[in-house]
């Protein structure tokens, strides 16, 4: 089952007011990016979706599209694919290898785990105000969980870092006690006891973690400021991590969710395993 025709489209998705950032925080352009999305038809006429992630250059595109002409779906070894773009590549495989064997994909990586996967809104730097609006909107649509990037450089001391934060989550729970907040702190917090005193701040709400903190230089190859930091506040840890520093930081008990995601779907499954 050989690709023979590969058709290449430029997507770019208007985005709602306020969705990732607002005028206070100048970034309201900041996803309003383009995506290439192609089809890829084999000899039997089977056609696969995939997306190509976003600020990829169109030459880049066009070249690794060219590439994949002739290639055998069936005969590939997704573990040998290099990149760019490998998880797209990866992904039109296992839609063609999923149309073909009449299976869900589920099928073709191990099998299924779970019935429902939760979905969580996620959004950048703005306002309380517009914060608690698009988290209304979010609520309306089903969303249960809000994700929001946090600090900018605008936030210069640790009280204004820790403000942002806590201004934004009251924001939400004064109208949506009941939304689960996960702030994005994206290291920008730095320190263990700034962190500490966050949490504390935090204590009475529906947070499901902190995701990254403090800076990664504190981990020092021993993570031993993260572990400090789980073992003095009453909030889950998250933090993006993989391959080797993911077992030092389990060693140390560093973190309670490890983010996972790396560049290949392939990869990512192997390292949640490893996770789990």
């Known amino acids: 089952m050989k690709i023979i025709r590969i058709r290449l489209y430029i997507v770019n998705v208007p985005e709602r007011r306020w969705w990732w950032s607002d005028e206070v925080y100048g970034q309201p352009l900041h996803q309003r990016s383009e995506h290439g999305v192609a089809e890829v ?51 039109v495989v296992l839609d063609l290898r999923g149309q073909a064997l009449g299976v869900p994909i589920w099928q073709l990586l191990g099998g299924r785990l779970r019935a429902q996967i939760p979905v969580t809104q996620c959004t950048g730097y703005k306002t309380p105000e517009h914060t608690a609006d698009d988290a209304q909107w979010g609520w309306e649509q089903g969303f249960r969980s809000y994700k929001m990037k946090c600090i900018t450089e605008a936030e210069e001391t640790p009280e204004e870092r820790i403000r942002y934060v806590t201004d934004r989550v009251e924001a939400i729970h004064k109208i949506l006690p009941d939304m689960i907040v996960r702030p994005d702190i994206r290291w920008r917090l730095e320190e263990v006891w700034v962190a500490q005193e966050l949490a504390r701040r935090l204590q009475n709400h529906h947070l499901d973690c902190l995701e990254s903190p403090i800076r990664k230089q504190s981990a020092a190859g021993t993570f031993s400021e993260w572990c400090r930091l789980r073992q003095t506040m009453n909030l889950p840890i998250a933090d993006h991590i993989g391959g080797t520093n993911l077992i030092t930081a389990f060693q140390a008990r560093a973190l309670d969710y490890a983010i996972i995601g790396p560049a290949s779907h392939i990869e990512t499954i192997n390292q949640s395993y490893l996770a789990h």
């Open 41 to 91: 038809e084999t000899d039997t006429g089977l056609i696969g979706l995939t997306q190509i992630e976003r600020n990829t250059p169109s030459e880049t595109m066009i070249s690794i599209l060219n590439s994949w002409l002739g290639q055998d779906i069936l005969e590939l070894n997704l573990r040998l694919i290099k990149p760019p773009m490998i998880a797209s590549f990866e992904q």
